[in-house]
């Protein structure tokens, strides 16, 4: 029998640096149906399955928070069918949700405008969000109603109100003070955006928060959206070299000196 040690594996060699917060603007449900002569909605359903399955692979690649892009200020526009089948899915998932949540130690947050939101889903999400806010280890944030132009309105109002309640100075007003009123104030910003399904743009989502997160692209559809995939964009985030508006010979002190 051989005593040599096993190979180590690339990830032991180099040991990959998971990035703290991971947000995915999950795209490509209905072009997932359209290829299957499917109706649209049928993807939406498997693009649930895939939530489900990335929020567990996130954890158990070590990621600590992920931000879903579930639903758009601009998507009441599509189709009134469609809104419908997604709310019915959106609240589907939601009951079904509550108890692996509390099983398995998730904590659930919302971005956007829930108070928009059928009645019926926003009791849901006020459940769930108060059953497990002691899960802090990792945490599972849906951006509901959500798009960044509507934050940045409602935390300029809510800013301008404590301005003029004297809670903050106008004159002191700070990206760190300012940054407060957005949905996110709690949240650290994401490190790594993902977007599925080929499209190459934002769509309104995190402008402000994504300021510095790297950004991956993949053409694959949300529904077929896997671990194998999430694991990929977090290497690829490895192999990029944030520098926040520094050079990088200011990001590798140590290694300039020896030059
Ligand atoms: C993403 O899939 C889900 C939502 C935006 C709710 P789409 O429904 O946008 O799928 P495509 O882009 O039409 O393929
Ligand atoms: C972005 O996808 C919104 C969500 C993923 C919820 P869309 O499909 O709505 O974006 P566009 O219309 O292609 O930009
Ligand atoms: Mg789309």
């Known amino acids: 029998m051989s005593h040599?040690?096993?190979?180590?594996?690339?990830?032991e060699r180099t040991p990959l640096h998971v990035p703290h917060h991971v947000a995915i603007i999950m795209d490509g449900n209905g072009r997932w149906a359209q290829k299957r002569g499917l109706p649209r909605i049928e993807g939406h359903r498997r693009?649930?399955?895939?939530?489900?399955?990335?929020?567990?692979?996130?954890?158990?690649l070590g990621v600590k928070m992920l931000t879903l892009y579930a639903f758009s200020v601009e998507n009441w526009k599509r189709p009134q069918d469609e809104v419908g089948a997604l709310m019915g899915l959106l609240e589907y998932y939601l009951k079904k949700e509550l108890a692996t949540f509390v099983r398995d130690r998730v904590r659930l947050r919302t971005i956007g405008r829930t108070e928009e939101m059928p009645a019926g889903i926003q009791k849901l999400?006020?459940?769930?969000?108060?059953?497990?806010?002691?899960?802090?280890?990792?945490?599972?944030?849906?951006?509901?109603?959500?798009?960044?132009?509507?934050?940045?309105?409602d935390a300029a109002r809510a800013y301008a109100a404590a301005v003029a309640a004297g809670q903050e100075k106008?004159?002191?007003?700070?990206?760190?003070?300012?940054?407060?009123?957005?949905?996110?104030?709690?949240?650290?910003?994401?490190?790594?955006?993902?977007?599925?399904?080929?499209?190459?743009?934002?769509?309104?989502?995190?402008?402000?928060?994504?300021?510095?997160?790297?950004?991956v692209f993949t053409p694959v559809l949300w529904p077929?959206?896997?671990k194998a995939d999430l694991a990929a964009a977090i290497a690829e985030f490895n192999r990029r070299e944030r520098?926040?508006?520094?050079?990088?010979?200011q990001l590798k002190p140590a290694a300039a000196a020896v030059k």
């Open 4 to 11: 040599a040690p096993a190979r180590p594996s690339s990830a």
């Open 47 to 60: 693009g649930v399955e895939t939530v489900r399955t990335t929020t567990f692979a996130a954890r158990d």
């Open 125 to 153: 999400l006020r459940a769930t969000i108060e059953e497990t806010k002691e899960f802090t280890d990792y945490t599972l944030v849906l951006a509901l109603n959500y798009g960044s132009r509507t934050e940045v309105v």
């Open 170 to 215: 106008l004159n002191d007003g700070s990206w760190a003070s300012f940054s407060r009123y957005l949905y996110t104030a709690e949240f650290p910003e994401p490190d790594l955006v993902i977007r599925t399904s080929g499209e190459n743009r934002i769509s309104n989502f995190l402008l402000l928060q994504a300021a510095y997160a790297e950004f």
């Open 224 to 226: 077929d959206f896997t």
């Open 243 to 249: 520098r926040f508006g520094l050079t990088s010979e």
